[in-house]
């Protein structure tokens, strides 16, 4: 089945620094990409999607390409604030699965930034 | 943005007990969905909802399970009798369409089953 594997947290690091958050994925057909953010007592927010492979999605001052090749989806901020600390899920969408409109999962990365 | 609700936040209940969790989701949404996330593992997907049916559920989605929106009411996942391996974290999520729509997440609802 589908599966997607993303960096182990907890991920601290000071303002200012840059983040990179691996994730990886397999699935049978090409599916569409997606970061998802949780901050504290919220529900997963959407922060970007990519559904086409080689292209790039970006939000908040975060980005991922979609690498087809490589099969990863990684996210990437050049300078992280304090504001910054949530957990963060890479998840997928694949239209050969039976269920659509179903995601799959990471487990999370906990980010921690401190000032 | 456009909020999902779920109730309640928090739910401990004795080991088979029924117990229902509510979810109010995005006014003019048409799809629903349960996703479980067991303490440290990642979420997982149980079931989706449209047009008052199941469309498809997971492995995870067990007998003892039922979901329904009656009357455009709350949306609610109903576990009779619950198991100690019902313990997790339930988010419920809705969204105006399938696959590429993004989907909206509620805070969760932590059940503990003793």
């Known amino acids: 089945g589908d599966s997607v594997t993303q960096t182990e947290g907890p991920v601290t690091l000071s303002e200012g620094t840059s983040l990179t958050v691996n994730c990886s994925y397999e699935?049978?057909?090409?599916?569409?990409l997606f970061w998802y953010v949780q901050y504290p007592g919220e529900g997963p927010q959407l922060l970007f999607k990519?559904?086409?492979?080689?292209e790039k999605g970006s939000n908040r001052g975060f980005e991922a390409t979609y690498n087809k090749e490589a099969t990863s989806f990684h996210l990437q901020k050049a300078s992280v604030q304090e504001s910054d600390s949530a957990v963060y899920y890479c998840?997928?969408?694949?239209?050969?699965?039976?269920?659509?409109?179903?995601?799959?999962f990471g487990r999370g990365t906990r980010l921690q930034v401190y000032a | 943005g456009p909020k999902v609700l779920q109730i309640p936040s928090h739910q401990i209940i004795d080991m088979g007990q029924m117990v229902t969790l509510n979810c109010d989701p995005v006014?003019?949404?048409?799809?629903f969905y349960w996703y479980k996330q067991i303490l440290g593992q990642q979420m997982e997907f149980l079931v989706n909802?449209?047009?008052?049916?199941?469309?498809?559920k997971s492995k995870l989605f067990k007998d003892q399970f039922s979901v329904e929106r009656p009357d455009g009411s709350y949306f609610t996942l109903k576990i009779q009798p619950t198991a100690l391996e019902d313990s997790a974290v339930y988010f419920c999520?809705?969204?105006?369409?399938?696959?590429?729509?993004?989907?909206?997440f509620g805070p969760g609802t932590r059940l503990t089953v003793l």
């Open positions: 999520a809705s969204s105006y369409g399938q696959s590429s729509y993004e989907q909206y």
């Open positions: 699935t049978k057909q090409y599916p569409t």
């Open positions: 990519v559904p086409k492979a080689n």
């Open positions: 998840a997928l969408s694949d239209p050969g699965t039976q269920v659509v409109g179903q995601l799959t």
């Open positions: 006014s003019n949404h048409l799809y």
């Open positions: 909802f449209y047009n008052g049916k199941v469309m498809e």
